[in-house]
Each structure stands twice: as structure tokens, then as C-alpha cells.
């Protein structure tokens, strides 16, 4: 009988890892909005000086962010016992180039927009199942790589519909501890994958609401709790067309929805004209680090974090496949 | 002075028809679409002696636009098989647009050497 | 065995009409239903001999039809609850965006043209002439990074005329520099561009053929 498993799909961790330091570093399109102050680091262009390639800076943007996490927690690589890490690239590419410049041991993840939860999930239940005292995580998205490889050239004059995201250059890295003081994590649910037909790249935010709706219900109902019982509940990129689909489910099920938000629609200004918002494991990797910032403040207490991931390829999209999604959440609190 | 006129509105009408193509129609109808489109409808109008008469009114409204191109590669495999008839057919197309397809090579390759996406 | 899963297939069939009133536990049943009974068959077609496999396989078949066919009615439930909630696009800024744009690039091919009659070259090689000259600006403007800029707020003004064929080979051209001259640039010149290449060739030889053999 598994001792830490609650209800269906969520793991109540016995010893709650903390967070005990982070760290996020963003392009300049997430610098000029409304989260700028709260980022690490910004960057002047989305490639860096001497760069060949976008797809290098962005290995560096996650490689910097994790060095600077643990800079801030007085560590050097070396103590970490493992690193979890993805993007959206692939075959994860920049996620093995940061693992190979890091040198620890290593698990490469893809959830696309819900790695980073996916990653704080199972670090937890790394270090909460005894096997691990400290581990990184980290996640990252660069809007011209993800754009290349998925849509279309970056100089192609296309126009983009009202539902369609911008994927958020930024990256996020964390280290957790299996003990210490700090904001803890004490409970991740496992996504299961939703697939309710949408198979326009274009609008993901709709793809993707039946996998972060069906999460949160799991969620609450294997807790026994309400949606009230949380001062936020956050998604990862549903944007703003995703999240309305997202309210609209809840309500119909009778969940208040008025503490119900989502990193996409948090980090771009409307004015910054990305349509509907932000997208990319970039997106919560950064904005959980404003979040967190937050919850220091006691803005916060309790949040659900739900990553919100489209798993699609590009073969998938042309082979006329919809899209399945899939979403993870973990419950911060600082108590 | 009026060939002006009539190629800004001939040219704005057939873009207007591209988008809302473009807008109206589901997700998976894309804009590469949408040209092949263009591409087939005008080499057929021409073919059918319906697209010269808009070249004639609206000049560069019907050429610059990329049913233009379809109304060179229609005429251009006509011309093709009235002086080497069937070889001509298979050429003909091509060999009429042929200028523009090399500029566009030409030109690619240039832009690539030179400068580089700002993405 | 084979013949209760063909009842309860039957039976399934009959719930086809009333799939979107059933409640949630219900589907769930059925569903887990379909999958305990798509194993068995599995098993057997797995474990049987040539003759009885054809009939397995069909009957297997028929039941992943089912499956889609019921997944179907949700994915339909679905489409029209989020259609209310999806913005519209700017149809009317788009199509007054769109009529400006192209109208102007074809006013530009047209004082070009001009230019080149008036300095004394025949109407065909003007145009010919023209068409060079406008690719050579879209491949210029998109190599400063100003052509998709473009095309955001332009739409089908951009796109429509040659010039947008021109930026649709050249951003293809620089984008995959990164990955070489012959693998990159060389390879995928034509990713966008390609399909009107190919289908214009094909239709210019249709046409071709029809008017030999009709001439």
C-alpha cells in the first residue's frame, strides 16, 4: 500500500523538501514586461554577443540561471546529487548540453510547458523518498528556437491568429533541499494526458485546459479540499483563451474561480501584442521565481502550481493529429 | 496616373481575398495554402482567356500578385506548345518564369550569406 | 467468450446516440468495458491460428471504431463549448491592412513597369523585369529583418504579392544557415516556397497538355 500517495494521482510528501534557492534569467520582450523587476538577469538581445546560433543562447540562459541559483546558495555543482531538466527543443538538446557542462547526474524531461513542475515533482519525491539530499531543476524556452522548429522561419511575414501564444525566452533553476527553512512543497499531482481533438498549434491554450482542468479536480478531490483553500491557483501557459476555457470548466463543476491565474497571461503586457499570452517551459520556470518572491513577502501562503504542457511534434501537427496535453501540480507553501 | 489607380485597386481587392481566405477558413487551411491557391486559380483563368482582361485593366494588380505567376506559367505552356508542341508543354511553364524563379534563388542565397535572422 | 464480446459490442453500439447525456461514471464504464474486452481480443488474435486471426482482427477493428467513434462525440462537445469562448479575428482591421499593403506594393510594381516602357523595353520583358525587381526588394527587406514585421500587421497584403514569395524563400535561407550551406540553406531554400513551385509546375503542364490535345 503506498504510504504517500493521496486519492488517485497525488503524492503527500512526509518530509516536504524546501526551496532553498532560485533563480531566473529572461529576453528582453519578458524584461520590458509587467514581471521585469523580479528576473535575475535580463537579456539585451535574444542572442547573446558571439553566439552562433539561438539554440546556444539559449543552453546558456539555462546553464547562467542554474549557476546563479546555486552561486546564491553558496554551492558549486558538485553538491548537487542530481539535476532534472528539459526543454523544448529536440530531443532535449540544451537541457544535455547544461547537464554536460554541469557534470552531475542526470535525468532528461520533457513535459514541454509542464516540465518544470514535472521536474519539482519528482525532485521532491526524490529527496522525500530518502534518495537525494539536494537536487536542481531546471527548465527553459527561447521563442526563436521554439518558432523554427515548430512553426515557421523567424523572418517569414506570417501573421499570427488572436489565439495564438508567444513562447517566452527565459529560464528557471531551482535547488531543492531535502531539509532546511524556506518555502516547502508538499504535494504534486501527476497529470494524466487529455486529448479533447484541438489540433491547431495555434491556439494550445484550448488543447491544453481538459488536461490542467482535469488536475485540478484530481487534485482537490484527492486532497478534500476547495479551490478557496489556496490563496492562488497559477497555471503554467493556458494564456489568456486557455484560461477562459480553463474558468468556465471549473465553474460548471461549481469551484470558485476568482483566486485562478496563469504565468502566460502574467507576463506579457497587453500592449506587448502577443495575442494571447505566453507559452514555453520558460514561461512558469520565470514566473514561479516572481511567485516565490511573493510568498517571502507572505503575499502568499499556499499556491497550486499546474504545469500546463502540449505534447505535440511537428510531424504530428502536419499529419493532422491533435494535440495531447498534459498538466502537474505542486503545492507550494510557507508555513 | 490612372494605371496607378487601377493596379493599387486591383492588387488591394485580390489581397483582400487572400485574407479573408485566410481568416475565414479553419486553422489547417495555411497560407501556403492559400498561395498554391492563388497559383492554380490564376493559371487556369488564364488558361480560360479570363485573366488577361484584368492584366489588361489593372497591369502590375494582376501581374505582382502571385496569380500573376499561375497567368505566366498558363501562358507560358501555351506559347510553349504552339512552337515545339508537346515538349513544349512540359517546358513551356517554367521556361516563361523562369527569370523570377532564379532571382529568387540568386537572391536567397545571397540575403543567407549576408545577413542573418533578428528573429 | 467471443460471442459475449460481440454482445456487449452490440449493446454499445445501441448507447452511440445517448453518449453526450451520459454522465461521467457511466462513460467510465464503458470505456474501461471497451478496453478489458480490445484485450482480450488481443490475447486471443495473438494466440490464434491463420484462419481465426482475420476473423480477431476484424472484430478488434471494429471495436478501436467504436472507441474513436464515442471519443468523437466529446471531442465535438468540446469544439462547441470553446467556439463562444475563442476571440474573433480583426477581420475588418485586417482586411483594410491587407487592402492598403498590397495595393501599394502593386502600385510600386506598377511605377516600375512603367519605368521600364517608357525607357523603351517591350511589355513582356517589363514585366519579367519587374518581377525581378520587386523579389530582389522582398529578399532585401527581409534579410534587414522588416519584412515580417510586415506581415504581422499586413496579413495577405504581404503575402499575396511576389514580394511575399521572395521573403517566404529568404527567411527559409537565413534561418537554416545555422545548420550549413548544403544541409541548411541549400536543403530548405524551398520549405514554404516549394509547394507553389511544384503545383504551379504541374498545373502550367496540365494546362499544356490540355491545349495540345485539344488544339
Redesign the interface.
Known amino acids: 500500500m503506498a504510504q504517500k500517495k493521496m486519492g488517485k494521482q497525488t503524492w503527500q510528501f512526509a518530509s516536504p523538501p524546501v526551496i532553498t534557492s532560485w533563480a531566473s534569467i529572461v529576453g528582453p520582450k519578458e524584461g520590458e514586461g509587467p514581471l521585469g523587476n523580479y528576473f535575475d538577469m535580463i537579456l539585451e538581445k ?2 547573446e554577443k558571439g553566439d552562433k546560433s ?1 539554440e546556444k543562447s539559449e543552453q546558456k540562459l539555462m546553464q547562467h540561471s542554474m549557476e546563479l541559483a546555486l552561486e546564491k546558495d553558496g554551492m558549486q555543482p558538485g553538491e548537487l546529487d542530481f539535476y532534472l531538466a528539459g526543454d523544448l527543443l529536440n530531443q532535449i538538446i540544451n537541457a544535455n548540453f547544461t547537464a554536460r557542462f554541469l557534470g552531475i547526474p542526470f535525468f532528461g524531461l520533457y513535459g514541454a510547458c509542464s516540465t518544470l513542475t514535472e521536474g519539482l515533482a519528482l525532485g521532491s519525491a526524490l529527496l522525500d523518498g530518502g534518495f537525494a539530499d539536494k537536487v536542481g531543476i531546471s527548465a527553459s524556452s527561447h ?2 528556437t521554439a ?1 523554427r522548429q515548430l512553426r515557421y ?3 517569414l511575414g ?2 499570427r ?1 488572436m489565439t495564438a501564444q508567444w513562447t517566452v525566452t527565459g529560464a528557471g533553476s531551482y535547488v531543492l533541499k531535502a531539509s532546511g527553512a524556506g518555502i516547502r512543497i508538499t504535494q504534486a499531482t501527476v497529470g494524466k494526458i487529455k486529448d479533447l481533438g484541438v ?2 498549434a ?2 494550445m491554450g484550448t488543447a491544453m485546459a481538459p488536461a490542467a482542468f482535469d488536475t485540478v479536480k484530481t487534485h482537490l478531490e484527492d486532497m478534500g479540499r476547495k479551490t478557496s483553500d489556496y490563496d492562488l491557483i497559477v497555471t503554467g501557459d493556458l494564456g489568456g483563451v486557455g484560461l477562459n476555457v480553463l474558468k468556465e470548466m471549473l465553474r460548471a463543476e461549481g469551484f470558485g474561480v476568482d483566486n485562478v491565474s496563469d504565468c502566460g497571461v502574467m507576463i506579457y503586457r497587453p500592449d506587448q501584442d502577443t495575442h494571447s499570452g505566453g507559452s514555453g517551459c520558460g514561461c512558469s520556470a520565470a514566473v514561479l521565481t516572481y511567485l516565490l518572491h511573493e510568498m517571502k513577502q507572505k503575499k502568499y501562503r499556499r499556491i497550486l502550481v499546474v504545469g500546463t504542457g502540449a505534447l505535440l511534434s511537428p510531424t504530428s501537427a502536419f499529419q ?1 493529429e491533435s494535440i495531447p496535453s498534459i498538466a502537474h501540480g505542486v503545492v507550494l507553501e510557507n508555513y | 496616373m490612372e ?2 489607380i487601377k ?18 477558413t479553419p ?2 487551411i495555411t ?2 495554402h ?3 491557391g ?3 486559380v490564376g ?2 483563368l488564364s ?1 480560360a482567356g479570363l485573366y488577361q482582361p484584368l492584366v489588361d485593366w ?4 494582376a ?4 496569380s ?3 497567368h ?3 501562358q ?3 506559347e ?2 504552339k512552337n515545339k ?2 515538349l ?3 517546358g ?3 521556361a516563361a ?1 523562369s ?3 532564379a ?3 540568386v ?6 550569406t ?6 | 467468450m467471443i460471442e459475449e464480446i460481440i454482445q456487449r459490442y452490440g449493446q454499445r453500439e445501441k448507447l452511440r446516440d445517448a453518449w453526450a447525456e451520459l454522465n461521467q461514471q457511466e462513460k467510465t464504464r464503458v470505456l474501461q468495458e471497451i478496453q478489458q474486452d480490445h484485450q482480450k481480443i488481443l490475447l486471443m488474435e495473438a494466440q490464434a491460428d491463420a484462419k481465426e486471426k482475420q476473423k480477431l482482427l476484424e472484430l478488434r477493428q471494429k471495436i478501436e471504431k467504436q472507441q474513436q467513434h464515442l471519443q468523437q462525440v466529446d471531442i465535438l462537445m468540446y469544439k462547441k463549448r470553446t467556439k463562444e469562448l475563442a476571440p474573433r ?1 480583426t ?1 475588418l482591421k ?2 483594410i491592412l ?10 510600386v ?6 519605368l521600364f516602357t517608357s525607357g523603351g523595353m517591350a511589355a513582356k520583358e517589363a ?6 525587381v ?3 526588394a522582398g ?2 527587406f ?4 522588416i519584412y515580417d514585421e510586415l506581415g504581422r500587421v499586413a ?3 504581404s ?4 514580394t ?3 521573403n517566404s ?7 537554416f ?1 545555422r545548420e550549413g ?1 548544403v544541409y541548411g ?1 541549400g536543403a530548405r ?1 524551398f520549405t ?2 516549394g ?3 511544384v ?3 504541374f ?3 496540365f ?6 490535345f485539344v ?1
Open positions: 535574444n542572442m539561438w521563442h526563436d518558432e522561419p523567424t523572418e506570417a501573421q491568429p489540433g491547431n495555434n491556439d493532422g | 494605371s496607378i493596379a493599387f485597386l486591383l492588387g488591394g481587392i485580390l489581397c483582400v481575398v487572400g485574407q479573408l481566405l485566410m481568416d475565414m486553422f489547417n497560407p501556403a492559400i498561395l498554391v492563388y497559383v492554380t493559371a487556369v488558361a489593372g497591369g502590375a494588380g501581374t505582382v500578385p502571385l500573376g505567376f499561375g505566366s506559367l498558363a507560358g505552356a501555351i510553349g506548345v508542341g508537346l513544349g508543354a512540359l513551356g511553364g517554367l518564369t527569370v523570377g524563379i532571382a529568387a534563388v537572391f536567397g542565397l545571397i540575403a543567407a549576408f545577413f542573418n535572422p533578428k528573429g | 479575428p477581420v485586417n482586411i491587407a487592402f492598403l499593403v498590397g495595393g501599394a506594393i502593386c502600385t510594381g506598377q511605377l516600375i513597369t512603367n514585366g519579367a523585369a519587374t518581377a525581378a520587386l523579389i530582389f529578399a532585401f527581409t534579410g534587414l529583418g496579413g495577405a497584403g503575402i499575396v504579392p511576389i511575399g514569395f521572395a524563400i529568404v527567411s527559409s535561407a537565413m534561418e544557415k550551406f540553406v531554400l514554404v516556397a509547394p507553389v513551385i503545383y504551379g509546375t498545373i502550367s503542364i494546362i499544356g497538355l490540355v491545349y495540345y488544339k
